[in-house]
């Protein structure tokens, strides 16, 4: 990077402004032969500084160009004005005599379509207020804005104008008067302000704003902060007073401070440096220099004021002003208008500070305003010299240097703290200077690992020497030039060197400076140019070559950036770069970064590694870097493999596979397996997402090789590995065009070999990219697989690959890499076929190596072919299982992801993992329990015929089967053959209960998961009765109780007592965790899972633990034990416990099934309290003997209620009509269940009730819900008849009660049977009720069949036996009339 000039602005309507200022006369012409004579001194002081080869100067010759050709007029005109740029570059002035142009920012779009930032004529007139006088200096302010959200902006520009009569005078961005002040009569030559900076460092003292003001023999300066605040107040006062439509109030003068500066022949030009403090050597020194030996020195050292000054006599002097030694000067109409204050600011009329009316204005501007005197101030020291004059003074933005022009055409660099001058440049008539300070960028100083290091700056000095045309920047102190441009004769250079006024430290906080520090202005095109310096230019001369360096890099990456390159151009640009680069580390730096770009051809970048490699083989070998070297070598060695193995796989050529023994047999075995493989891939192609960045067909970036690639020591290759993708990647990219027969296999081999890669990393490869492209691979297997077995065996040739001293009664290294990669891999169908492969290829191994040491004729048998067969066994009961998992769910099931399998990871699961795997599957499935056993059923029953078949034809039976079922039978079907055939592979792991025990415990997991679907813990619960083995019933039982069921047991029991019924769905979801409907089923399931738990229990000491065996090659199973294992190891039961937790879920079950009102643990006494949700191996102190009456009186109670609640639940759906075979049947569930009456039966006895007063109360509730035929059912099992009968004629009397009296439908034949009845019955009737009937409207027959009955169970001497008589006559009386 260098110095350049960027255009940001261009200035509208120059000619406008030129005519406007220029209205009396022409604007001057320009004069060739002055020109020429003003171009013909001897320039050889100066021309010496071109010829440094090292630096790169910048061209601006467009403006230069453009004044030469065109016939416009010409710009010197722009000389002879006063000009001045904000440093926000939004508003410039132009001026000249009286006349003012005010030029405002605007944006437009340009022809290019971009947003051009233009400055056109806001304001232009005329600024003199008095005869005579015109204006002599300008400069613009931006002041900042107050609100809380800006950001660095200004609010508003203010426009102060020096006038020759001695007035100052401040206009806002449109010509507004705002303030006027006569400082001094004699003319203001010129004006300079001072802003805030945040200082750099601790010690430096921050500096004030201020506003400087010089006169010939006079220095005003006003305070920044009042000067801000009073034009802010007299905006806002214009601002009213127009808005008022009056005008405008003449505000109170400024206070400033006035020093007359004595000791020098004539002043042009100043700098005010700021408040500045001696050490206290400097103090001593000028005390014993000023005061003598004796002299005495104050505590601390006072702070002064310096200000510098050019002209003549002497050439350049220094003022110090102590601070406090002067006060600020007012007017005496400034004293006046303060007396006036108190009415004035309550006064309507009078404006701020109490500023004179319109009516008062007129004899105040008569009157001349009296002018205060200056306060002396000599100078303390200077440079003499008496035939210099100096033109102009330019203060670092630091304000240590300074930089001074004079009448000689020099430039001399001051010191201003030490006030000497240490550097001078000649040949610079006519000098405009600038300067630019650079930060350093955030890098190295910013990250260390100590304290941060504070940024550096520099500071580099701009001069434009009109004369020559050039724009310079210089490094200072003593730096070379660091840039130079060819501009126009006539353009200015425009340095404010101040900010935005109004800001402070706190203020400045989070602000980002808007703001230009050098433009430089042409006049003939109208163009607004800002010098751009980066930072390192500043380092010094030993480290300018590395700063060079960093530059080439930079243009390296911007051009491995662009978008639109052309080969040949990239790498002669890079070629050039590369070689024009000196340092090392930066050299080997930008070769990386070529090599890393993904945009740059394999050519390219062969070429340019090996240009540069050349061209360090020509250097002196002790001055080149070795490891810039190396890097060279490998990287070129990388480069040229990759290009051959391009060409190679490229070619058109391939080589046929030759045929031998090991071939044929291979095709064999996979003539074996291959309806189980065709099956796996028709399950493994279902379309999916993919991403095409993600497709292994892809090529292979370069640099993704040479990241992937690494030369070793003795020049061999190694493979790093990377990302799996990386890796698969790297693997394509080697093998899988010989895999897939369109390369040559042995001339990619040998290219590999020559390379130096190890056998071991490309057979790692090689397996990775078959194992990895599985869907490829079996897609036309008897295509890959005989070249797979071809670069197996070119392999194992190399050298290294099977070491020479292998003995065939160990285990090969080599062999068991391949065989590890299968163990692992979650392909099962490409792991069988590579084992496939490897064996074969492992056996004609062995066979050689026994030919060669034996001579024998028999086959040999080795450690290492036994483990091929044992590895090729689980890999095909592995492809087996796989394939059952690949099958996808039934459409409204769980789903979920296909769990992979592998030879590690089944051997990792114990010796469950198999029956864990299916049981996920049967789950995903969603098959169910009945359905799982009738498949079971089927594989014990044509297991012992087709075992041997299917363990010795490695599942062919099961893949035809597969295939004839696909095109025959239904899904179902095939996932069943599926099954079967897995199980016959695995018929000791996957044994009926075995799998049915990891279903179980599956559901139930998945239930604890989500505790709504209740249909998971029931389906568990059919699985655990399905177990035929009472140990592992028993064993799951207490494991299911134990992990997930008591603890939300426990919470739905004391859930039920504290609200006393059951509880709603919101009460439900807090404590349980499910929903009312939910808690209802899981209190079902409870109850069934105890009642396993008990009658398994009970059937445990009848049958013997059951063996639990595993398959041979299955054996080295190690991991977690199986849920089997886990529940034969669990204790056995409290059976009295488990009985009375049953008992309690019972009763809740039917309160939420019924939605009873119930506190199920009230009907226990506090033995049976205390025992619930423990331990149920436990054994705990239960309640024996008679129970309370009262308790027995509420289970009674309760009892009653779940009977009548069930009968009303039965007639819910209009079962009382009975058909002629008797009622209908029940559900199996559900309230309506048939098995309910039972229930209450059981738990009658559990809970010391009378049965028969449940039987009695039963009979009665179906007469009175008019369920008849089920009545007469139940009252066979009732042993108290006679109790019986009386509560039944009760019921009787009030159905014929309704019949007589309360039917709608009377007919006259009842009213006159009414009145031949017997007056005892007839007043037992009315006094019946039949309102207490739920069905009172009950056929004629079935009465009169209900009285048959009563008569029947009633003795002769039962004293209402005779009534009963009466109600049967007149039933049958009322029969035969109808």
Known sequence: MSCCLLEFCRVQDLRTVREFLFQTQKPPEDNPQTAENELSWDTSDWESSWDNPEEKEGTASDAATVEEESGAQPALWLQDCVVSLSPCSDLLVVARDHRAVFLSAKWRTGDSGKEEMTLAVSWSGTLRAEEGECVSSVICIPLASQKRSSTGRPDWTCVVVGFSSGHVRFYTENGVLLLAQLLNEDPVLRLKCRTYEIPRHPGVTEQHEELSILYPAALVTIDGFSLFQSLRACRNQVARAAAAGSDVIQPPPLAYKKWGLQDMDAIVDHSSVGIMTLCVFDQMKNASILGGFHASVKGSPPAMSQYITVGGGPYTGFYYAIEGSSQPLLSHVALAVASKLTSALFSAASGWLGWKNKSEEEPAQKQKPKVEPATPLAVRFGLPDSRRHGESICLSPCNTLAGVTDDFGRVTLLDVARGIAIRMWKGYRDAQLGWVQVSEGRGERESSPSAPLPRRHAQFLVIYAPRRGILEVWGTQQGPRVGAFTVGKHCRLLYAGYRLMGVNSVTSQGWQHHTQQVCLLDPATGVLRAITVPFHLALSDKKSERAKDMHLLKRLTTILRSREVEPDILESEARSVLLDIKHPAIKKQALESLLANKKAPVSCLTNITSALHDSLKEQDPEAVDEALLQLCSTQLKLLQLYTELQLLHAAADTEPCPDDDSLSGLREELSRVGPMVLRYAQLTSRPCVSFAQDAPDLPLPTRAFLSQLEVAEGGKLMVVRGTDAEWNHLGSFLFWGCLSGKSPLRRVCGALQRAGISPQQLLALLLSVWLHREKDVVKKPEETVPNLHALLIALSNMKGAVDESWDTQSVSPWWQQVRSACVQSHSAAAALLAALVAHRAAKACVNSLADNKLQLEWEAVSLELEQWVVCVRQLEDVLALQTLLWVPPPQGTAGGAPSQCSIKTLLEGGRGGVADSVAKWVFRQGLAPARLREILRTKSETGGEEESEQRGGGGEGGGKDVEKNNTEGTDSNRTAELLVAVSQHFPDSLSPDLLLAHCCWEYVVQWNKDPEEGGYLCWAVEHLKLLSSPHIQLGI???????????????????????????????????????????????????????????????????????????????????????????????????????????????????????????????????????????????????????????????????????????????????????????????????????????????????????????????????????????????????????LGSQLLVLTGQRLCFSLLHSQSQTQAAMELLARLPPTLCTWLKAMDPSELRCPAVPLPCSSRLVGRLVEMLPENHAQYSLALHLLEAVETLSTQD
Not at 1089 to 1111: F, G
Not at 1218 to 1223: C, H, K, M, S, T
Not at 1246 to 1259: A, C, E, K, Y
Request: aromatic letters at 6%.
């Open 1037 to 1283: 039982s207490s494991m299911m109780w134990s992990t997930f069921i008591v603890k939300r047991f426990s919470a739905a029991a004391f859930l039920m007592e504290k609200v006393g019924k059951a509880p709603k769905d919101r009460l439900c979801r807090r404590d349980v965790g499910m929903s009312d409907k939910a808690v209802t089923s899981f209190l079902g399931s409870c109850v069934q899972l105890l009642q396993i738990l008990m009658e398994a229990d009970s059937a445990v000491e009848e049958v013997p633990p059951p063996d639990l065996y595993v398959e041979e090659v299955w054996c080295g199973a190690e991991g977690p034990a199986s849920i089997v294992e886990l529940a034969l190891e669990q204790r056995g039961i409290h059976y009295p416990l488990v009985q009375h937790h049953c008992l309690l879920a019972s009763l809740m079950h039917t309160a939420m099934t019924f939605s009873l009102r119930l506190k199920p643990l009230g009907l226990f006494d506090s033995k049976g309290k205390n025992a619930f949700f423990r331990d149920l191996t436990s054994i705990q102190l239960m309640p024996s003997g008679d129970m309370d009456p009262g308790l027995v009186s509420l289970r009674q109670e309760y009892l009653l209620r779940v009977l009548t609640a069930w009968v009303q639940a039965v007639d819910g759906d209009g079962s009382s009509t009975a058909g002629p075979a008797g009622p209908p049947p029940l559900p199996s569930s559900g309230p309506r269940a048939d098995w309910w009456p039972s229930l209450c039966q059981d738990l009658a006895s559990l809970l010391q009730v009378n049965p028969d007063i449940l039987r009695r109360h039963l009979v009665c509730e179906l007469y009175n819900q008019g369920l008849d035929p089920r009545a007469e059912e139940v009252m066979l099992e009732v042993e108290d008849k006679d109790v």
